[in-house]
């Protein structure tokens, strides 16, 4: 995550919750750190898209 590498992970939920963790287990404020990193997530992976089969 410190390198910025996101492609290391599945979904920006799953970047978020570890980030929201280590905030946790490290004693320091969730929030940002999890608004941080969903926003950094979303510029270096844009959407993609998402295929609805009916």
């Known amino acids: 995550m410190e390198r910025g590498a996101y492609q290391d992970f599945h979904g920006r939920i799953y970047a978020v919750g570890f980030a929201r963790s280590y905030a946790r287990f490290v004693g320091i404020a969730e929030q940002p750190i999890a ?10 992976r844009p959407a993609q898209q998402v295929h609805h089969w009916a």
């Open 35 to 44: 608004s941080a990193v969903s926003d950094a997530y979303a510029q270096a």
